[in-house]
């Protein structure tokens, strides 16, 4: 039971087949962290690294744990205790990493494309935890488990996301999975933050919240990454908030049984209202949990495990 391939680098690259099993799988190793004993020897004597140039929480923790609940050995390098802050490069970070023979490399990085760098160089496996703006595949993967297992299928949904669709490596990547697993996807947000390229994927692109929530059975919120921003794609935060954000008055456009995510972290009271993000209808906190599962499957379905 294995991927077909030596990378997990983005979800444009896998087929619905693909995407189909690691689901399947990840819902199948979820009973394991439901046990008293939450581990399963089924990757025991593999060695996973996690390589990561850019603040996690929920990504890191949940590879990490994720890694120890298949017994594999795990070894979490911290960027800023290692020698890339004397100035080696990610070409000689790979080289030395290769020579101690790891498994498996998760690796987060802020530069679109350097997980398929790694790939390129690397015998072992590279599993993409986001680069850049780029993608962030297991994020996707775990949000899709979360869809399907609310909504029983994967196909004929209506999924807004709105927000910083510019900077969002999530949005991409979610773009990818849900057209490729019969949704039908609308990206929200202000006209500088629409990159219209991903029209060209099959999303539909609208300045208008309304127009994204009507009719729909998912609302995947994104927070603004002011962080990439080196300069203004909106005028405050107040009147961002009021035009894009999600209280329990726009979230009435959607169906009533829409259910309301968030890939985190969030920014309360900027694009969530907390009586949303709180509320019955959230489900961000199964997407966390579902993470692990998430990455259990990758983990094993890229080692080869059983």
Known sequence: MRLKRKDLLGLADLTPEEITLILDTAASLKEISTRPIKKVPTLRGKTVVTLFYEPST???????IATKRLSADT????VAASSAVKGETLADTAANLEAMNPDLLVIRHQAS???????RR????VINAGDGTHEHPTQALLDLLTVREAKGTLSGLKVAIVGDILHSRVAR???HGFLKMGSEVWLAGPATMLPPGLAALGARLTTSLREALTGADVVMMLRLQLE??????FSTLREYSRTYGLNPDTLAWAKEDA??????PLNRGVEIDPAVADGPRSVILEQVANGVAVRMAVLLLLSGGE
Not at 58 to 64: G, I, K
Not at 75 to 78: A, I, K, P, S
């Open 75 to 78: 070894v979490n390098l911290t």
């Open 113 to 119: 494309g350097a997980p398929h760098f790694l790939a």
């Open 259 to 264: 259910i309301v995510m968030h890939p985190g």
């Open 228 to 233: 990439r921003m080196g300069q203004h794609f």
């Open 173 to 175: 990547s979610n773009v």
């Open 122 to 125: 690397l015998a072992c496996g």
């Open 58 to 64: 929920r990504t890191r923790m949940s590879f990490e």
